[in-house]
């Protein structure tokens, strides 16, 4: 039964944020993929927030959130996404308050195969570190005979995701599970472009089954460190409101970084130089209404400190930059393991061939 909630308007805003942003870096087509979260109604009922069967994510609308609940079997209410029992189980599950579904196209390249059906296709390994590190170095892959609103999915899925953060439906598209609706989108992102990276080395046949055995068997040797867990707290704070004209520096270069795919959603860093202190944005790739924090640090390097945030430092106390961006750019990633026609191994850096490029 649908449950009247008159609190829409407090998470459409989050919603509509995060369907135009899956649109805008293409893991979603215009009609497909959903959102969920848990919510409580006035009374402290527990719900599920979902978008309707056939919204469009990016020009989602507040009649498209539909509200079944997750523990009664309401799941046919018409409008809600006909995955919506898929979103309930992974709702369900401990420690998760958010799911979404996208068809994330480099991920499904990436995980095809030609083998006779049915099979159990191989997992998905990531060889780029946001990949290996959040997704816990690989994604499991499932195939169906029908690959959407099946009852099998319901069932699977959901099981794989009480053990890994990301599943795959071979040639359908991802489900990320997350303790927010952002975290499971960051999820999607990474995935998406460990996919794109893999497509990439393949098409510079680059031997990436070799490559993934090495990363598993010693990941410190071909990654400079752990990004570390996505952080749920501080989007949206800024340490410096004051400094007007900093604040929209970094909130367009965050918006460039995302919308040009230069780092998957709220990955890289950004930071400017001040006198004693740096202004440091730790989510640099930010859409137009999903910022990260914006914080004011010492300037000096600390003992103990996050490794990204220590480049950051040790590039400052060795040079006279007034600025540093760190993004996780997937050609790059991939040109990495590229060996150029003649040499013997890989190079150790990347010969611009282009106008812009040559100012480098």
Same mark, same amino acid.
Request: charge should be negative; include cysteine.
């Given at each position: 039964?649908?449950? #009247? ?8 805003? &989050? ?18 993929? !959903?959102? $969920?979260?848990?919510?409580? %109604? ?29 523990? #009664? ?9 006909? #995955? ?31 083998? %006779?059906?049915? !099979?159990?296709? $191989? ?15 690989? =994604? ?17 899925? *959901? $099981? ?20 927010? /609706? ?7 992102? =990474?995935? !998406? ?22 990363? &598993?068997?010693?990941?410190? #040797? ?12 501080? %989007? ?10 900093? =604040? ?13 795919? &230069? ?34 640090? *010492? &300037?000096? *390097? ?17 040079? !006279? ?26 190079? %150790? ?5 282009? $106008?812009?490029?040559?100012? /480098?």
């Amino acid at each position: 039964m649908k449950k #009247e909630w008159t609190g829409i308007e407090k998470v459409f805003p &989050l919603f509509h944020a995060l369907g135009r942003a899956s649109l805008m870096v293409d893991i979603q087509d215009s009609h497909s993929g !959903n959102l $969920a979260m848990r919510i409580k %109604d006035e009374q402290g009922r527990e719900l599920m927030a979902i978008t309707a069967t056939g919204s469009q994510k990016g020009e989602l609308e507040p009649s498209q959130i539909c509200l079944p609940s997750i523990k #009664e079997a309401d799941f046919g209410y018409y409008k809600a996404s006909s #995955e919506t029992d898929i979103h309930a189980a992974i709702l369900a599950l401990p420690g998760v308050n958010a799911s979404m579904h996208a068809h994330t196209k480099e991920l499904t390249i990436a995980t095809l195969d030609d083998q %006779d059906k049915p !099979n159990q296709p $191989a997992d998905f390994i990531p060889v780029d570190p946001l990949g290996f590190y959040h997704l816990r170095g690989r =994604v499991k892959v499932e195939w169906f005979a029908v690959p959407s609103g099946s009852p099998e999915i319901a069932e699977r899925i *959901p $099981a794989r995701l009480a053990e890994h953060p990301l599943a795959f439906v071979q040639g359908h598209g991802a489900f990320a599970k997350g303790r927010t /609706l952002p975290e499971a989108f960051f999820r999607l992102c =990474v995935a !998406n472009n460990s996919g794109y990276v893999v497509n990439i080395m393949r098409r510079m046949k680059v031997d990436v089954e070799s490559l993934r055995q090495k990363i &598993l068997k010693n990941p410190e #040797e071909h990654f400079s460190y752990d990004p570390g867990d996505y952080r749920l707290e501080g %989007d949206g704070r800024c340490d410096f409101p004051e400094e007007d004209e900093m =604040v929209r520096e970094f909130h367009k270069a965050g918006v460039r970084i995302f919308e040009s795919r &230069l780092s998957p959603f709220h990955t890289g860093s950004i930071s400017v130089r001040g006198v004693k202190t740096m202004f440091y944005a730790p989510k640099a790739s930010m859409p137009r209404e999903l910022p990260g924090p914006l914080i004011e640090l *010492p &300037l000096a *390097p600390q003992k103990g400190e996050d490794p990204e945030l220590a480049v950051h430092r040790a590039i400052y106390e060795e040079s !006279n930059f007034q600025t540093v961006m760190h993004c996780y750019l997937p050609e790059a990633e991939a040109m990495a393991y590229f060996q150029n026609p003649g040499e013997t191994g890989t190079s %150790d850096r990347i010969v611009p061939i282009d $106008a812009e490029g040559s100012f /480098l």
